[in-house]
Antibody
Framework: EVQLVESGGGLVQPGGSLRLSCAAS????????MSWVRQAPGKGLEWVAN????????YYVDSVKGRFTIYRDNAKNSVYLQMTSLRAEDTAVYYC?????????WGQGILVTVSS | QSVLTQPPSVSAAPGQKVTISCSGS????????VSWYQQLPGTAPKLLIY???KRPSGIPDRFSGSKSGTSATLGITGLQTGDEADYYC???????????FGGGTKLTVL
């Protein structure tokens, strides 16, 4: 059974930084694209970024380009989302998901709140 | 404003059939595969359909997907109260180089 477990969320002030982690198990992690998808309170899904198997190819939604960085460590079966210059509109539940453009497996989600 | 357009809500009686539409353009649905997700209240989304019409293992055949041109449709037959959830379509947009989702459709089983 595939398990994706996010960590690293919490409350951060506007302009601050946070790093989300996603630990994967039950799959050959290095064989799959991975993605981050977020959901603002009461809103729909918004894809944030994805990364290919070796980390050499990455894509981002325009609203986070230059502020967020996705990367992975295949030796640790983990994918990360480094978030800087955080804004109130980044407040959301962030999901780690397996796949490049459709998502077979999802984590439980982690809440990031950007507020002073 | 989502790139993909879904109706905000649909409803039907238990045992009936419902369809949820997802409208896009040539750069997304028109040239890429569509997926569908079910999100029950307070839980993570769950993949229902991928590659337009394929079901992951464990998804009952009450759920079906189709695509025609720049639109896609999710069908659910034999509605159950447990199907009450938000449903999202998604696909890759080749012009934007991003994954796009519909705004979501809330299904009510009356």
């Amino acid at each position: 059974e595939v398990q994706l477990v996010e960590s690293g969320g919490g409350l951060v002030q506007p302009g601050g930084s946070l790093r989300l982690s996603c630990a994967a198990s039950g799959l050959t992690f290095s064989s799959y694209w991975m993605s981050w998808v977020r959901q603002a309170p009461g809103k729909g899904l918004e894809w944030v970024a994805n990364i290919n198997q070796d980390g050499g190819e990455k894509y981002y939604v325009d609203s986070v380009k230059g502020r967020f960085t996705i990367y992975r460590d295949n030796a640790k079966n983990s994918v990360y989302l480094q978030m800087t210059s955080l804004r109130a509109e980044d407040t959301a539940v962030y999901y780690c998901a397996r796949g490049p453009s459709y998502f077979h497996d999802w984590g439980q989600g982690i809440l990031v709140t950007v507020s002073s | 404003q989502s790139v993909l357009t879904q109706p905000p809500s649909v409803s039907a009686a238990p045992g009936q059939k419902v369809t949820i539409s997802c409208s896009g353009s040539g750069s997304n649905i028109g040239n890429n595969y569509v997926s569908w997700y079910q999100q029950l209240p307070g839980t993570a989304p769950k993949l229902l359909i991928y590659d337009n019409n394929k079901r992951p293992s464990g998804i009952p055949d009450r759920f079906s997907g189709s695509k025609s041109g720049t639109s896609a449709t999710l069908g659910i037959t034999g509605l159950q109260t447990g199907d009450e959830a938000d449903y999202y379509c998604g696909t890759w947009d080749s012009s934007l180089s991003v994954v796009v989702f519909g705004g979501g459709t809330k299904l009510t089983v009356l």
